[in-house]
């Protein structure tokens, strides 16, 4: 059926009759980009993903690949893809609050697969090194969106940087919760939560991790941060902060042995740990919130920069990839329904239309799933009191907590819905 589909637009390009030629322009080559442009142009459309980056060494992308994310790519043919890639999976969740373990949960919780941390960058670049081999897909990198052309207020293609215009059957936005795509085409973003910040560091490897990896989050005081080993072999640590006091700090590392028992402490003091923690760390601006309407004739956002998600339990990349799905399934359906009838602008309007009817649902669940979590850890950080009675009676109450805290990962590790790739 693809090779069929394949070969239908190849000859329409080759004659200029028959299927609308104009490529499907999207961009961003992120989770939701790279993978939703291979998916389109292995059905036979035409498409153009440009990104703005002149590769995918971004300093931070998310890693983490909950049951749903790996559940997405397997549809997509692209498991093995996670395999050839540094990955490193998680073997547990562990909560440490005023130094002592409340409750520990292994992996992989009831699923089939533990979550699975990925190096993002490789895995996006050999994505789209599979999609090249395709004729009907061209891979534009270093350039940005510049503006969107419209005619009788519909997009019709959108001016690089470089000076090209690429005129388009519809622009997509997968480009970030800071997306220019929503900010040109006029649409709008709601967010759910005051804008808070996460530092991250990359550290060197220690055998004070165990090799089985546990997701450690460590409760202490003011101090809120997560640890773990990443897909790369070293340990990341995110540290959540409120406001901006972090640019004030001038010795992370003593502050990262405050806030952490004696065993961890020694290591954040340790000379190769001072040595690489020589300039400040990454600062991560999250913003949380959803796009009221997420799209326009001629323009469709997806991923973040329809939904920026909370980093809390990996959803960004999960719900990018079953984003990238549920638009392929009504995109391919509208394309190939434009041969029978003429209107298709009609039908891509009304394709945009499902995709958001379809997702939104998911989203805004997992979403209140998020806040729920922040909202049970704010006040933890908030209260002393609260804090110091989790930590005495942690033998009466840490089961109690384990098992509400593994029913709410149930949803945000497997999805809400049924998310199905058509063929």
């Not at 980056?53 to 043919?77: C, I, K, T, W, Y």
């Not at 995110?238 to 028992?261: R, Y």
């Amino acid at each position: 059926m693809r090779m069929m589909a394949l070969e239908m637009v190849l000859n329409s390009i080759r004659t200029g009759v028959g299927m609308n030629t104009k490529p499907i322009s999207i961009v961003g080559a992120g989770p939701t980009g790279a993978t939703l442009g291979l998916l389109l142009a292995e059905r036979g459309l035409p498409v153009v993903v440009i990104e703005a980056s002149r590769n995918f060494r971004r300093v931070f992308r998310g890693e983490g690949l909950m049951p749903s994310g790996l559940d997405a790519l397997a549809q997509m043919g692209l498991s093995e893809l996670v395999e050839q890639v540094p990955n490193q999976t998680i073997g547990s969740w562990e909560f440490v609050i005023e130094g002592r373990s409340i409750f520990s949960v292994d992996e992989p919780m009831g699923n089939n697969l533990p979550c699975t941390l990925v190096a993002q960058p490789q895995l996006l670049e050999a994505v789209i090194d599979r999609a090249k081999a395709l004729p009907n897909f061209r891979f534009i990198s270093g350039e940005t969106v510049q503006s969107l052309i419209t005619e009788n207020d519909r997009v019709v293609g959108c001016s690089l940087s470089n000076g090209e215009t690429i005129q388009t059957g519809l622009v997509i936005g997968c480009d970030g919760r800071s997306s220019m795509i929503r900010k040109l085409s006029g649409l709008t973003l709601n967010q759910e939560t005051k804008p808070f910040n996460v530092v991250w560091f990359k550290l060197p490897d220690t055998d004070l991790i165990p090799q089985s990896n546990p997701f450690t989050i460590f409760v202490k005081g003011d101090a809120v941060f997560s640890l773990f080993r990443s897909s790369e072999g070293l340990i990341q640590v995110g540290w959540s902060v409120q406001n901006e006091d972090w640019k004030s700090v001038t010795d992370w590392p003593e502050t990262l042995a405050e806030a952490s028992p004696p065993w961890l402490a020694d290591y954040f003091r340790s000379q190769n740990v001072v040595e690489a923690i020589t300039d400040r760390p990454l600062c991560l601006t999250v913003t949380v919130g959803h796009a009221p309407q997420w799209s326009k004739q001629g323009c469709l956002l997806l991923g973040d920069a329809a939904h920026p998600m909370s980093p809390i339990r990996a959803q960004g990349i999960n719900m990018a990839l079953r984003d990238a799905i549920v638009a392929t399934n009504y995109l391919v359906e509208a394309w190939r329904s434009a041969d029978e009838d003429p209107s298709l602008i009609t039908i891509f309007d009304r394709a945009l239309l499902q995709i958001q009817a379809d997702r939104e649902p998911e989203i805004r669940k997992i979403q209140a799933l998020q806040a729920q979590e922040a909202a049970d850890g704010m006040k933890l950080h908030r209260s002393a009191v609260l804090r110091n009675l989790v930590k005495t009676l942690a033998p009466i109450v840490g089961i109690a907590l384990r098992e509400k805290w593994k029913l709410r990962q149930r949803k945000l590790r497997s999805g809400t819905t049924l998310v199905w790739l058509k063929d």
